[in-house]
């Protein structure tokens, strides 16, 4: 049987990348999908490559109307939760002594602000034994040049883990934090180009980046009753980038 049969996943930030990657393999698994992303036109190819099985909602995670938007749809088509997948997330990069405020309020609001919600607001609605999946980074370990942000920002996803397993006890409801890597994205590739492709590769044992569907298969194992003994727990998928 398939792992995810029958259940009903959120993947937010699902359009591309790293999201549609976990939402191909959770369709796979037998899951049904609600893909929550900003593109319109990404989410419209995201829903062709998906198919039958899977549901688009456009917004934003750090507009808290939006959220509620996706968490009725949900309600009224499926009654309850299984997964949550907060994937959602920016960063830009911005050396120490030239950080605005816009640039706080961007990244923060999306990557801490925006995760908060996107759990708390789909938690009436969770499954017991269900699993919320947060994406972390190997930048909140390791830190980044001009990054700072973002790294910061990641490494409270890691804590937003920890005390939320705590604050879960009782309900059988699990919380990880899934972090990659340098991740061989579409968007990655397109802004790296092949050298640069190359040189963020060579940073790690492995010696290159992750395909998106390495990525999406720990996911699916985070969200499957594989991991039904992990909670506040971190899996990275990072080629051991911040392991050593």
Avoid at 10 to 27: N, P
Avoid at 114 to 119: E, K, L, M, Q, R
Avoid at 189 to 208: D, I, M, T, Y
Avoid at 215 to 234: K, P, V
Wanted: proline content about 3%; some cysteine.
């Amino acid at each position: 049987m398939s792992r995810l049969a029958g259940k009903t996943a959120v993947i937010t930030g699902g359009a591309t990348g790293i999201g549609l990657a976990a939402a191909q393999r959770f369709v796979e698994e037998g899951a049904f999908v609600y893909i929550f992303g900003r593109r319109q036109d990404a989410l419209d190819t995201a829903l062709k490559t998906l198919g039958p099985q899977a549901r688009t909602i456009q917004g934003t995670i750090s507009n808290l109307d939006d959220l509620d938007r996706l968490y009725a749809a949900v309600k009224e088509e499926r009654g309850s939760l299984d997964i949550v997948l907060a994937n959602a997330g920016t960063g830009s990069q911005l050396m120490l002594g030239k950080i605005t405020v816009e640039h706080c309020d961007e990244i923060l609001d999306t990557n801490i602000k925006g995760t908060i919600f996107t759990v708390q607001k789909a938690l009436p609605l969770m499954c017991p034994g269900g699993s919320i999946i947060l994406t972390g980074s190997s930048a909140g370990t390791t830190g980044s040049p001009a990054f700072s942000l973002y790294a910061a920002s990641k490494a409270a996803v890691r804590n937003l883990a920890r005390t939320w397993a705590e604050d879960l006890k009782g309900t059988s409801i699990r919380v990880n934090v899934l972090s990659p890597g340098p991740t061989a994205t579409e968007l990655a590739k397109a802004a790296l180009g092949e050298e640069g492709v190359k040189a963020f590769g060579a940073a790690n044992p492995l010696q290159r980046m992750a395909d998106p569907a390495e990525i999406g298969a720990a996911a699916t194992f985070l969200a499957s009753e594989d991991s039904s003994f992990m909670t506040a727990s971190e899996l990275a998928v990072d080629g051991g980038l911040a392991q050593i």
